[in-house]
Nanobody, 123 residues
Framework: VQVMESGGGLVQAGGSLRLSCTVSGLNFENSHLSWFRQSPGKEREGVAAIDNHSSPTYADSVKGRFTISKDNAETTLYLQMNSLKAEDTAMYYC??????????????????WGQGTQVTVSS
């Protein structure tokens, strides 16, 4: 299984970015997928998740600003990030699993991880 993120970069506060994550080697349509982030000195945080029925879950810190979606035909997961804040600065990771996820925003249930893509929001 390969997981690869892209789309990170430098953006001003209030701006937008869209992250992408391509997943191969997994039954994408029936997978549970998620985005996590981690900044230096902080614990990893679950940002958004989407299950095999395309039902999303969001962390309170990003509700109303971030949107998770997926394209089963392209086996690609997306994270649209709007109204970005300096505190959104972090390395963003895509995670996937083909098994049931009890807690979508906790990392322990995900088996496959990407290398991450850096998002930096300047204030």
């Amino acid at each position: 299984v390969q997981v690869m993120e892209s789309g990170g970069g430098l953006v001003q506060a209030g701006g937008s970015l869209r992250l992408s994550c391509t997943v191969s080697g997994l039954n994408f349509e029936n997978s549970h997928l998620s985005w996590f982030r981690q900044s230096p000195g902080k614990e990893r945080e679950g940002v958004a998740a989407i299950d095999n029925h395309s039902s999303p879950t969001y962390a309170d810190s990003v509700k109303g600003r971030f949107t998770i979606s997926k394209d089963n035909a392209e086996t690609t997961l997306y994270l649209q990030m709007n109204s970005l804040k300096a505190e959104d600065t972090a390395m963003y990771y895509c995670a996937a699993t083909g098994t049931v996820v009890a807690w979508p925003l906790e990392g322990r249930d995900y088996h496959y991880w990407g290398q991450g893509t850096q998002v930096t929001v300047s204030s």
